[in-house]
T-cell receptor, first 108, second 115 residues
Framework: AQRVTQPEKLLSVFKGAPVELKCNYSYSGSPELFWYVQYSRQRLQLLLRHISRESIKGFTADLNKGETSFHLKKPFAQEEDSAMYYCALTTGANNLFFGTGTRLTVIP | NAGVTQTPKFQVLKTGQSMTLQCAQDMNHEYMSWYRQDPGMGLRLIHYSVGAGITDQGEVPNGYNVSRSTTEDFPLRLLSAAPSQTSVYFC??????????????FGQGTRLTVV
């Protein structure tokens, strides 16, 4: 069965410090992975997807199949990065399997 | 362009009551889904639709019905509300099936409390 694990419910970092939000998954096939973000009083929205290997708002995430991880990283955190972050996996059957989320707080 | 619109934003129901959560999208998306989010858990798929007239069950479908008579609308019906259905409900739509090149767009959520 598919499973997405985000081990940290809460994460606080100082502005300018590096940030890493952890995501591990279990799936026997080839996963397609995403990071979704929910800013305060806004709706859930896509941040980035592993297939595009892009950097969005300074965030990157690399799929590590050996470690079954898809950690989200940013070298210098900004206050506007404070939000709830969800890692999600799809098997292609129109279902997104979400982790429980990590609330990131960037301290000024 | 409103995107995905859910109504109501908040609702309190008594056990046994029925109600319909509304979801509408104006992006001409074929795929629409309903998720629920419980405290300490990720979003879980309730039902989804791949086009008008076509629906299927997700991970947690019991106690809910859906129909898709138009491309724009995908209502979620609670047949007989139970306290276990207290949750935040999210509707989502996408142009195609959720895949690496397809983004899911979410509504703002409906917070439902069943007492």
């Amino acid at each position: 069965a598919q499973r997405v694990t985000q081990p940290e419910k809460l994460l606080s970092v100082f502005k300018g410090a590096p940030v890493e939000l952890k995501c591990n998954y279990s799936y026997s096939g080839s996963p397609e992975l995403f990071w979704y973000v929910q800013y305060s009083r806004q709706r859930l929205q896509l941040l980035l997807r592993h297939i595009s290997r892009e950097s969005i708002k300074g965030f990157t995430a690399d799929l590590n199949k050996g470690e079954t991880s898809f950690h989200l990283k940013k070298p210098f955190a900004q206050e506007e990065d404070s939000a709830m972050y969800y890692c999600a996996l799809t098997t292609g059957a129109n279902n997104l399997f979400f982790g429980t989320g990590t609330r990131l707080t960037v301290i000024p | 362009n409103a995107g995905v619109t859910q109504t109501p934003k908040f609702q309190v129901l008594k056990t046994g009551q029925s109600m319909t959560l509304q979801c509408a999208q104006d992006m001409n998306h074929e795929y629409m889904s309903w998720y629920r989010q419980d405290p300490g858990m990720g979003l879980r798929l309730i039902h989804y639709s791949v086009g008008a007239g076509i629906t299927d069950q997700g991970e947690v479908p019991n106690g809910y019905n859906v129909s898709r008579s138009t491309t724009e609308d995908f209502p979620l019906r609670l047949l007989s509300a139970a306290p276990s259905q207290t949750s935040v409900y999210f509707c989502a739509s996408s142009y195609g099936r959720v895949a690496s090149n397809t983004e899911a767009f979410f509504g703002q959520g409906t917070r439902l409390t069943v007492v």
